[in-house]
Nanobody, 121 residues
């Protein structure tokens, strides 16, 4: 019943910006913490950012801190990832995930199918 759908990926040049969206459907959005992960070809899935149910807490991985910003609009059942100063090493499929508070985010109950971000040099 729960569905997470990412959008907003694309092909950009280094230094450009993109804003990803993840729309949540099928359950109560505010019951969940939301996170972003990414996976590049030949690499393990990597944590990117997370945000709490009320959006009072947000955290970003060191690799993207100062460049990416996670946010959510609960009235739209949507979480965003604003990506600035993109680098070629940011190239990956980006996934959003929904998890219950108090549980590790990588054990999230629901995952989207991903959106491709490609950054050329």
């Amino acid at each position: 019943q729960v569905q997470l759908v990412e959008s907003g990926g694309g092909l950009v040049q280094a230094g450009d910006s993109l804003k990803l969206s993840c729309v949540f459907r099928g359950d109560t959005f505010t019951d969940y913490n939301i996170g972003w992960f990414r996976q590049a070809p030949g690499k393990e899935r990597e944590y990117v950012a997370r945000i709490s149910r009320s959006a009072q807490m947000a955290e970003h991985a060191d690799s993207v801190k100062g460049r990416f910003i996670i946010s959510r609009q609960n009235d739209k059942n949507t979480v965003y990832l604003q990506m600035n100063s993109l680098k070629p090493e940011d190239t990956a499929v980006y996934y959003c995930a929904a998890g219950f508070p108090g549980r590790p985010l990588n054990e999230a109950a629901y995952w989207g199918r991903g959106t491709q971000v490609t950054v050329s040099s």
